[in-house]
């Protein structure tokens, strides 16, 4: 099996390749609704972290590769109604047993462009959703940006909101490549807004790349690596370019009836991001996921560590995820039925999924694979699993990459490369064949 995907790997053909939660999206239903309200009925397990996701969906252009819900073509009075729609969620939700009382841990507002979203528009959502849910325990709030809808007014309007995580979706820094992938933004408003981030004093400021957009090469991804550095980030995440069925560059793909998509093989997308992780240690950055280098122990990401450690999450808006007390549920996939539902008082929950206890132990232990090190206590004191007996097959079959030491498992930096690749093997058998999404 492995072998098998080796080969097929070198292409990148159409697919979801990446593994971001676990069991897969396909395996959620309408039939198991009823277990997403019952969750919300019981009592919360002591001690549990809980976060809020804020989804909005708006952007100035689609980008190619992006498999977001997200919408171009709406205007003020739509945005307003669905700014509306996401306050009558939350009013739905905080009066649950489930939810009541509690006060986020974490905040993530993505998207979609949050910052699409005027000065004045924000300054309303986050008092307005405050209002509801208090965000006065909130140690990280989140926020993503696209540079070229970010003016010194919107910048200090976060930095004013209680922002502490401003990533910037830089992606590449060629203006180019940019339009060939067609981003909103050009290069020079990459400089102003990181800029004036950096002003403004943000905690800290993270730099998304892709690896593998169309037109990239050799030259121009050593030129991104070294502008970045240049630039002194807390954070950079580098992301592998794939292509899910719901992509512009897919749609291009079936018209012109290819299989393999005009971007770089994984092989090349693997040695880019191995030569920028690289460049961003010798510059004093570590290795904080297989996606992020981090510099300094303030670059911390707690949306991403205490979900992978089983936090629950609240999530509100269109198709937005939500995972509470072992229940994985998702809102409604389109504007109007999302908001529709939520105008006629009720919870727009589309499908949703109650996990196992070994669903959740395998969810866990694959996403925390993801940071690079894990510790084989936290399973054994959690689940009373241990995981080098329970994993003991698909751990020898990668053992290449990943090796067992004073009481953690380690992946090489080759198989941080590729690890999402290698976590089929740690599913369980009814889901290894399963698609993904």
Same mark, same amino acid.
């Given at each position: 099996?492995?072998?098998?995907? %080796?080969?097929?790997?070198?292409?990148?053909?159409?697919?979801?390749?990446?593994?971001?939660?676990?069991?897969?999206?396909?395996?959620?239903?309408?039939?198991?609704?009823?277990?997403?309200?019952?969750?919300?009925?019981?009592?919360?397990?002591?001690?549990?972290?809980?976060?809020?996701?804020?989804?909005?969906?708006?952007?100035?252009?689609?980008?190619?590769?992006?498999?977001?819900?997200?919408? $171009?073509?709406?205007? *003020?009075?739509?945005?307003?109604?669905?700014?509306?729609?996401?306050?009558?969620?939350?009013?739905?939700?905080?009066?649950?047993?489930?939810? &009541?009382?509690?006060?986020?841990?974490?905040?993530?507002?993505?998207?979609?462009?949050?910052?699409?979203?005027?000065?004045?528009?924000?300054?309303?959502?986050?008092?307005?959703?405050?209002?509801?849910?208090?965000?006065?325990?909130?140690?990280?709030?989140?926020?993503?940006?696209?540079?070229?809808?970010?003016?010194?007014?919107?910048?200090?309007?976060?930095?004013?909101?209680?922002?502490? &995580?401003?990533?910037?979706?830089?992606?590449?820094?060629?203006?180019?490549?940019?339009?060939?992938?067609?981003?909103?933004?050009?290069?020079?408003?990459?400089?102003?807004?990181?800029?004036?981030?950096?002003?403004?004093?943000?905690?800290?400021?993270?730099?998304?790349?892709?690896?593998?957009?169309?037109?990239? $090469?050799?030259?121009?991804?050593? %030129?991104?690596?070294?502008?970045?550095?240049?630039?002194?980030?807390?954070?950079?995440?580098?992301?592998?370019?794939?292509?899910?069925?719901?992509?512009?560059?897919?749609?291009?793909?079936?018209?012109?009836?290819?299989?393999?998509?005009?971007?770089?093989?994984?092989?090349?997308?693997? &040695?880019?991001? %191995?030569?920028?992780?690289?460049?961003?240690?010798?510059?004093?950055?570590?290795?904080?996921?297989?996606?992020?280098?981090?510099?300094?122990?303030?670059?911390?990401?707690?949306?991403?560590?205490?979900?992978?450690?089983?936090?629950?999450?609240?999530?509100?808006?269109?198709?937005?995820?939500?995972?509470?007390?072992?229940?994985?549920?998702?809102?409604?996939?389109?504007?109007?039925?999302?908001?529709?539902?939520?105008?006629?008082?009720?919870?727009?929950?589309?499908?949703?999924?109650?996990?196992?206890?070994?669903?959740?132990?395998?969810?866990?232990?694959?996403?925390?694979?993801?940071?690079?090190?894990?510790?084989?206590?936290?399973?054994?004191?959690?689940?009373?699993?241990?995981?080098?007996?329970?994993?003991?097959?698909?751990?020898?079959?990668?053992?290449?990459?990943?090796?067992? *030491?004073?009481?953690?498992?380690?992946?090489?930096?080759?198989?941080?490369?590729?690890?999402?690749?290698?976590?089929?093997?740690?599913?369980?058998?009814?889901?290894?064949?399963?698609?993904?999404?």
């Amino acid at each position: 099996m492995t072998e098998q995907r %080796d080969a097929s790997a070198e292409k990148t053909e159409v697919g979801n390749y990446f593994v971001a939660n676990y069991p897969p999206f396909s395996t959620w239903s309408a039939d198991e609704l009823p277990a997403a309200e019952a969750t919300l009925r019981r009592q919360p397990t002591p001690e549990t972290p809980l976060g809020l996701y804020v989804h909005l969906p708006f952007c100035r252009k689609r980008c190619d590769f992006c498999y977001f819900k997200v919408y $171009t073509d709406k205007n *003020s009075s739509e945005i307003k109604r669905y700014t509306e729609a996401l306050l009558l969620e939350l009013d739905r939700y905080v009066e649950c047993e489930a939810i &009541r009382g509690r006060k986020p841990s974490f905040v993530y507002v993505g998207g979609g462009t949050p910052s699409y979203l005027s000065s004045s528009q924000l300054e309303y959502l986050f008092e307005s959703l405050a209002e509801r849910m208090s965000f006065d325990a909130a140690e990280e709030i989140a926020f993503e940006c696209e540079p070229g809808t970010l003016q010194q007014k919107k910048i200090t309007t976060l930095r004013n909101l209680g922002v502490t &995580r401003l990533s910037l979706g830089v992606e590449n820094f060629d203006p180019e490549i940019l339009d060939l992938n067609n981003r909103a933004h050009r290069g020079e408003e990459i400089y102003r807004a990181y800029n004036m981030a950096r002003a403004e004093g943000f905690p800290q400021v993270n730099i998304d790349l892709i690896a593998g957009m169309v037109g990239e $090469t050799d030259s121009n991804w050593a %030129d991104c690596i070294e502008k970045t550095i240049e630039l002194q980030p807390d954070s950079v995440t580098i992301y592998q370019m794939e292509v899910p069925y719901n992509t512009t560059i897919y749609k291009r793909m079936k018209s012109d009836g290819k299989e393999a998509a005009p971007v770089a093989d994984w092989e090349t997308k693997r &040695r880019w991001t %191995d030569q920028a992780f690289s460049a961003l240690e010798r510059d004093g950055y570590s290795v904080s996921s297989a996606y992020t280098m981090a510099k300094g122990a303030d670059a911390t990401f707690m949306y991403r560590d205490l979900l992978w450690r089983g936090a629950d999450l609240l999530g509100i808006g269109v198709s937005s995820f939500s995972q509470i007390q072992g229940v994985h549920f998702q809102n409604e996939h389109g504007f109007t039925p999302y908001v529709n539902r939520v105008e006629a008082g009720e919870r727009p929950i589309a499908r949703a999924h109650e996990m196992t206890g070994e669903e959740t132990l395998v969810r866990e232990f694959i996403l925390q694979l993801k940071l690079g090190k894990l510790e084989t206590r936290y399973f054994q004191d959690k689940f009373g699993v241990d995981v080098c007996e329970r994993f003991a097959k698909p751990l020898a079959l990668h053992g290449r990459w990943i090796s067992h *030491s004073d009481g953690y498992l380690h992946v090489t930096r080759e198989g941080l490369m590729q690890v999402d690749r290698l976590l089929h093997d740690f599913f369980l058998d009814q889901h290894r064949s399963a698609r993904y999404a």
